[in-house]
């Protein structure tokens, strides 16, 4: 994924031969919401080497704490466990043509992921747009006893074209096949126990992203787009996901100063309810029996039913120059501040929540 | 649906790849590096999409996903 994110970055400000310098970014996040708390700190290295090979490396901690009720036990007890997660990136320039490839591992104590992939970027147009494909395979070992799979395989193809010095357009498509275990081995459903879901679903997302710079009043807009949809393979009766979601993204950038930028951004999300799931919870004008006594597939997993979520972000970006000359600090002058402030409305049982981040980028 | 988004796609990077000139010189790229011009989020937006993900139906649009669950 790194070298994806890479050739996106330097893609409109240089050929994509390569990333335009060496970089060590560490980032802190705080997440917060009713019965929910994650502390992820990350480090990530990039680093290009002779011949037009670079190479990435990644690594971070979710520190997960949570009253168990949000994971669907009965009782509510706090517990806290770890997701550490690692990831290599290779890749290599042809003049305009770039080949990478990624290894990611996940892993915490109920939830084990290896991800592997390749992409393929295409400079066209004397460089003014490229065309990006990627494939992925992810295996996932889950549950409190490791004891359940799911194979996740993906492809991506999408379309970047600057179409004039101040406007860049993005369209791209992906499709995603889940096939194994994919509920929740927490989640309990009134009358039949642990919930049960499909084997196989086949989610697309189709995403549409416009950018346009302001020069005279050093400022940019973006407006983002996703297109989600998902349905069942081999079923023999209904489809039991058909699963509609829109998402859309306002994004207000600003430059304050020669070093100071803001970013304010707004986002919108709504989706249906998946076909086989229904609303057992009378406090929200459900019933436990609305799954009727012999169902295939049940779950009470909040984010399969109809749900809206808003996204609310201010982000400061600084760049450090003014540090050059204090002792010390001075070794941070070469570099880049963060510090964002998040809200994040939920319509569901999580609640509302809180997301700090904060991160410091250094090119060397 | 994979394939027709393949052909569409590729159709509109044809249309690009013609005799038209470009629609943007080498010298005047200055503003499309700006920040406000990039789509790309780095890590914030891989945890974004992890947090995205474990909270809301739908997935992907946004890269290679995965990486562990963290949801429960």
């Known amino acids: 994924m790194s070298a994806r994110l890479v050739l996106l970055a330097t893609l409109l400000a240089a050929p994509p031969s390569g990333r335009a310098e060496d970089r060590v970014t560490v980032r802190g996040v705080y997440y917060r919401e009713t019965s929910t708390r994650v502390v992820q700190p990350m480090v990530k290295l990039e680093k290009d080497l002779p011949a037009g090979v670079d190479v990435g490396a990644h690594f971070l901690v979710d520190a997960i704490t949570s009253a168990s009720v949000a994971a669907g036990a009965l009782q509510d007890t706090l517990f806290t466990e770890y997701r550490k997660e690692a990831g290599f990136t290779v890749g290599k320039t042809f003049d305009r043509t770039r080949i990478g490839a990624f290894y990611r591992h996940s ?16 400079g066209v147009w004397d460089n003014t747009g490229t065309v990006l494909a990627n494939v992925a395979y992810g295996s996932d070992t889950v549950g409190p006893m490791l004891d359940q799979h799911l194979a996740v395989t993906f492809g991506s193809l999408s379309y970047l074209q600057a179409l004039s010095p101040t406007l860049a357009a993005q369209v791209g498509y992906e499709a995603l096949l889940y096939d194994g275990y994919q509920a929740n081995p927490y989640l309990r459903v009134p009358n039949f126990g642990y919930e049960s879901l499909p084997k196989k679903r086949m989610r697309h997302a189709a995403v549409a992203r416009l950018a346009h ?11 983002h787009y996703r297109l989600y949809y998902d349905h069942g393979v081999g079923e023999e009766e209904s489809d039991p996901w058909n699963l509609l979601a829109h998402t859309v993204e306002l994004r207000l950038h600003k430059e304050l100063t020669s070093t100071l930028e803001a970013r304010f951004s707004y986002r919108f999300y709504t989706q249906g309810a998946a076909a086989f799931w229904c609303n057992t919870s009378v406090l929200t004008g459900g019933s436990t029996e609305c799954y009727g006594l012999t169902p295939h597939y049940y779950s009470v997993d909040p984010k399969l039913g109809p749900m809206r979520t808003h996204t609310a972000e201010v982000k400061v970006t600084w760049e450090a120059r003014a540090l050059r000359t204090v002792p010390l600090l001075g070794w941070f002058a070469g570099g880049a501040f963060d510090l ?20 410091y980028s250094l090119p060397f | 649906m994979f394939r027709l988004a393949l052909v569409a796609l590729l159709g509109l990077a044809a249309i690009g790849c013609g005799h038209r ?38 997935e992907g649009g946004y890269g290679v996903v995965g990486g562990g669950c963290g949801c429960n």
Not at chain 1, 107 to 122: H, I, K, M, Y
Not at chain 1, 213 to 223: D, I, S
């Open chain 1, 213 to 223: 710079y302001l020069p005279t009043l050093g400022a940019g807009v973006q407006l």
């Open chain 1, 107 to 122: 892993r915490e104590p109920d939830f084990l992921a290896t991800d592997v992939g390749l992409s393929l970027a295409q």
């Open chain 1, 340 to 359: 964002s402030y998040g809200r994040y409305f939920q319509n569901t049982r999580y609640g509302n929540a809180h997301v700090l981040q904060t991160a």
């Open chain 2, 21 to 58: 000139p470009p629609p943007v010189r080498p010298w005047q790229r200055a503003y499309l590096s700006k920040r406000a011009m990039l789509f790309d989020d780095g890590l914030e937006g891989r945890f974004r999409q992890h947090l995205f993900g474990s909270r809301e139906g739908a």
